[in-house]
Every structure is written in C-alpha cells, then in structure tokens.
C-alpha cells in the first residue's frame, strides 16, 4: 500500500510539516506510522498542526512507533505525561523548568537504558507569552564540523548529570535538592554517537557538564561552544504552538527546548515517549 504524507521543510536543517494524515489514521493506519518514522529520520521533527490528537489516539499512535513509556504521568491516560509548570497539575513539575534548556530527553537513565527514539507532543492548552518548543539537529551539527575536529572529538567522553541540568535553572539549591538529584545516577557517553545506520550525531545538552580528563573549565567550554555550534540561528525550528498542534521529534539525533513560560502559565502539553532501542556507543 502507498501512503501519501506530504512533507514541507520548515528549516535548513531540521523539521518538516506533514499534510494529508489525520488523527485517525495515525492511531489505526500501521502503513501511516511507517512513513512517520521514515519521515521522522529524514527531518528530525514533523510537525501536525491543528490534529486535534485526543490521548487515547495518540497512545494508540504511539504504540504503532515503538514501545511507549507507561510510567504513571500526572495524567489519567497511561502512556500520557502531563508537561505543565503548574504543581497542582503534576506535582513534579518544578523538574520540568530544565526544560527551558537545550537538551536530548534520556541522557541519565535510572538503569542504562537507551535514551527514548521519539517523543510526541500535543498542545492541550499553550501560553500566552514564550512557550515555543525550539529544535536543532545534532546529526547537521556533526557533519557541519571540519575533519580536524572530527578526528579529534572521536575519543572524547562526556559525563551527563541530573545535577549538571537542574543546576542551570535552580542556582542556588538547598542541600535537600541536591541529595536527591544525586540519587540519580550520572552516565558518561561519547561525544559523537554513531548510529546503526552510520550516521553520526553529537550528544550534547544541559546535562552533559564534565569531559572525562580534562580539566572541567575547558571540558565544559567546550561543550558549551558544540552547543552554540549546533542550535546557531540558522540551525533552529521554532514551533509557535496552537492549541490541537502535534510535533513529533527524533530524540536520538537532535537538541530541544521550551522557550521560557511563567510558573502559573495555562500552558499544558500531553507528551508521550517512544523508548529507545538503541544504545549511545
Ligand atoms: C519535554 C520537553 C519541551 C516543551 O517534554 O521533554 O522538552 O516545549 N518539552 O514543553
Ligand atoms: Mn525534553
């Protein structure tokens, strides 16, 4: 069977928007939810505006992707996680202020596990100043880099921390929030992943903070000026959420970040996480 999904770029190097799917099909349609994750590897992120995806369908959509994250989510729908900034709606929002900061979703797993292979994102209520969701391929950001750089960025490794995140949005925590973004474990990954496929991205974000053996000052310089390289202006999608938009995104191979919103804003996303099958190697 054929499946028609239109794809329109919406930047140089990230992002594409898809016509000609609703809702529907996408729960139902497995041929449909082939060409999304072709599509998803080709753009890095597909945007669906004015869907109107209710949770349920976008579980079932979810599950058409991959193996979906069924963890309790603040919400009555397994498989749904509330993103909101409002603590009488998900009483752990205060994590998600990290959000604000460019990052790969998964990079400090509880066990190991690999970080999830795409995330899905329904705008149930936005806000009414800032709010977008930004995205900047790491895959472009690898291939923009010059062979010396290549060569010399292939050993290298990085430790990502929950505290290296949190610290950027809470600077002064109290020791109580410190032990307990300590129980986190930290992970160290390489700094290039290589993908099955071959391609090879950077794994970059808030929570990488140290490069292993080098002294932290030019270790995190340097990966603060990989950072700037890969989410330069040009590099960027910006989505500007309606309410009903869904936004799909390759987790594995880009940044993302939630344009700063209030603490009381309206703004509430329903998100669902396709886990990964793919180690960081
Ligand atoms: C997330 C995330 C960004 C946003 O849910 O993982 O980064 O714009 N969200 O809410
Ligand atoms: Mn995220």
């Not at 799917?21 to 998803?40: F, I, M, N, S, Y």
Request: charged share 20%.
């Amino acid at each position: 069977m054929t499946t028609t999904l239109t794809c329109e770029p919406l930047a140089a190097t990230v992002g594409a928007e898809v016509r000609g799917v609703d809702a529907r099909q996408l729960a139902q349609d497995d041929a449909v939810a082939g060409a999304v994750l072709e599509a998803l590897e080709t753009y890095g992120v597909l945007v669906l505006r004015g869907l109107d995806l209710d949770p349920h369908s976008q579980v079932a959509f979810g599950r058409r992707l991959g193996q979906i994250d069924l963890e309790p989510g603040h919400h009555p729908v397994p498989g749904i996680y509330r993103v909101t900034l409002d603590t009488s709606k998900n009483a752990s929002a205060d994590y998600l202020r990290a959000t604000f900061a460019w990052h790969m979703d998964g990079c400090t797993p509880l066990h190991g596990e690999p970080p999830q292979k795409a995330t899905i994102l329904s705008a149930k209520a936005v806000a009414l100043a800032g709010g977008q969701t930004e995205f900047a391929s790491t895959y472009a950001a690898y291939d923009a880099l010059g062979d010396e750089d290549k060569a010399r960025f292939a050993a290298i490794r990085v430790v990502h921390s929950m505290e290296y995140s949190q610290r950027h949005v809470v600077t002064d925590p109290t020791p109580e929030q410190l032990e307990r973004w300590r129980q986190r474990p930290s992970s160290v990954h390489p700094l290039v992943w290589t993908h099955r496929d071959g391609r090879r991205s950077l794994v970059i974000g808030v929570s990488a903070g140290r490069v292993v053996g080098t002294d932290p000052d030019s270790g995190s310089a340097l990966l603060a000026d990989l950072l700037d390289h890969a989410t330069a202006p040009g590099r960027v999608y910006r989505h500007e959420w309606q309410v009903g938009d869904t936004v799909i995104w390759d987790n594995t191979g880009l940044v993302h970040r939630a344009t700063p919103y209030p603490r009381h804003s309206p703004r509430e996303m329903l998100r669902t996480a396709v886990f990964g099958t793919e180690p960081i190697q």
